[in-house]
DNA sequence: GCCAACGTTGGC
DNA sequence: GCCAACGTTGGC
């Protein structure tokens, strides 16, 4: 039984086009712990997530990737030149970790976030609630197949 | 651009 | 270990 999860990003930095290009890509620069603990103690190969666009007008879900990889070390805190740079982290004992995500499917359209909130079959989902910011949220798979229906149905 | 919410930092 | 200050996120 795989994990359900939603992954946020803000498509001016990397965008489910980007990833539909690239097929795969490692979730790098996650420098929150709860986040982190998410990809290096329950994500696991084959697990899926919702694709959410934030920051953007309207913020909404816009595709599915899947866990490809298991947890390693987010190279991206070893380089002095990257924004992610975290002198702390070591390849001896990485403090950041990330998993590799592949592309499973851009939706037909987005499921915003607005509509989300709307949906009563959706409440209690983390991502419509007020202040939550955590970059990487576990989802029930009830509440992935309807955000994922939604998205297939004509509006 | 505003600002609420939240996480992190650092002085004590 | 407390907590004020600060920085970041992200919807609006």
């Given at each position: 039984?795989?994990?359900?999860?939603?992954?946020?990003?803000?498509?001016?930095?990397y965008s489910i086009?980007?990833?539909?290009?690239?097929?795969?890509?490692?979730?790098?620069?996650?420098?929150?712990?709860?986040?982190?603990?998410?990809?290096?103690?329950?994500?696991?190969?084959?697990?899926?997530?919702?694709?959410?666009?934030?920051?953007?007008?309207?913020?909404?879900?816009?595709?599915?990737?899947?866990?490809?990889?298991?947890?390693?070390?987010?190279?991206?805190?070893?380089?002095?030149?990257?924004?992610?740079?975290?002198?702390?982290?070591?390849?001896?004992?990485?403090?950041?970790?990330?998993?590799?995500?592949?592309?499973?499917?851009?939706?037909?359209?987005?499921?915003?976030?607005?509509?989300?909130?709307q949906d009563s079959?959706?409440?209690?989902?983390?991502?419509?609630?007020?202040?939550?910011?955590?970059?990487?949220?576990?989802?029930?798979?009830?509440?992935?197949?309807?955000?994922?229906?939604?998205?297939?149905?004509?509006?």
């Amino acid at each position: 039984m795989p994990n359900y999860w939603l992954l946020k990003s803000e498509p001016d930095a990397y965008s489910i086009d980007d990833l539909a290009r690239d097929t795969r890509e490692p979730w790098t620069g996650v420098r929150n712990y709860q986040a982190r603990n998410f990809m290096r103690d329950t994500m696991k190969v084959g697990d899926i997530a919702l694709y959410y666009h934030s920051s953007t007008t309207p913020p909404g879900v816009v595709g599915i990737a899947n866990v490809i990889s298991n947890p390693h070390a987010d190279q991206t805190a070893f380089d002095p030149k990257s924004e992610y740079f975290d002198p702390k982290s070591s390849p001896d004992n990485p403090t950041w970790v990330c998993v590799d995500i592949g592309f499973v499917e851009k939706f037909p359209r987005m499921v915003t976030l607005d509509e989300i909130k709307q949906d009563s079959t959706l409440e209690g989902i983390l991502v419509a609630k007020r202040g939550m910011r955590l970059s990487i949220q576990p989802l029930s798979e009830a509440h992935f197949s309807h955000i994922t229906s939604l998205a297939h149905q004509h509006i």
